[in-house]
T-cell receptor
């Protein structure tokens, strides 16, 4: 298994543009997590899904951020419109169930100019 | 509320020296504690989970509930241990829902 796959690995966009980050969890994993890593705040959870249903989105910073999980093998995190302060590394992680550790993707480094 | 503190942002030791990466937490319940490691240009990966009480790559970590600490230790550091280390806490059975410390960058000099 290739592990959790995120795309793109790097994204540079202009302020105001829409950005979509993608994540493919490990096959068979039923929980998916989106994290953001910044110098100011470190690693923090944005949202997580269980069986494709959003369970906790309290970490989503603003209405400009939205996340979907249309099926068990795909999730997106969208920022519209993007702002320079959204520049960060965004990580996706998945777990096969309760009481099992998280497996992380390699992250997407987003730069908004 | 819960909080994970890693007081050292940077830590440097020479090869063969002992190393200890500090982690303190605050949480009123019974947490699960983890150490994750990120080698250069690689993904975050689990190093240790307190409940498993095993040694991985020579590293050990003991949960001290009295001191609310979960320090990571290795008696003889190797150059390949150079990486970013994150201490993390989970409150319940959803172990992917993690609260991370800010991380410690360990450099092991030859």
């Amino acid at each position: 298994d290739a592990g959790v796959i995120q795309s793109p690995r790097h994204e540079v966009t202009e302020m105001g543009q829409e950005v979509t980050l993608r994540c493919k969890p490990i096959s068979g994993h039923n929980s998916l997590f989106w994290y953001r890593q910044t110098m100011m705040r470190g690693l923090e959870l944005l949202i997580y899904f269980n069986n494709n249903v959003p369970i906790d989105d309290s970490g989503m910073p603003e209405d400009r951020f939205s996340a979907k999980m249309p099926n068990a093998s795909f999730s997106t995190l969208k920022i519209q419109p993007s702002e320079p302060r959204d520049s960060a590394v965004y990580f996706c992680a998945s777990t096969p169930g309760q009481n099992t550790e998280a497996f992380f993707g390699q992250g997407t480094r987003l730069t908004v100019v | 509320a819960q909080r994970v503190t890693q007081p050292e942002k940077l830590l440097s030791v020479f090869k063969g020296a002992p190393v200890e990466l500090k982690c303190n937490y605050s949480y009123s319940g019974s947490p699960e504690l983890f150490w994750y490691v990120q080698y250069s240009r690689q993904r975050l990966q689990l190093l240790l989970r307190h409940i498993s009480r095993e040694s991985i790559k020579g590293f050990t970590a003991d949960l001290n509930k009295g001191e609310t600490s979960f320090h990571l230790k290795k008696p003889f550091a190797q150059e390949e241990d150079s990486a970013m280390y994150y201490c993390a806490l989970s409150r319940g059975s959803t172990l992917g829902r993690l609260y991370f410390g800010r991380g410690t960058q360990l450099t092991v000099w030859p």
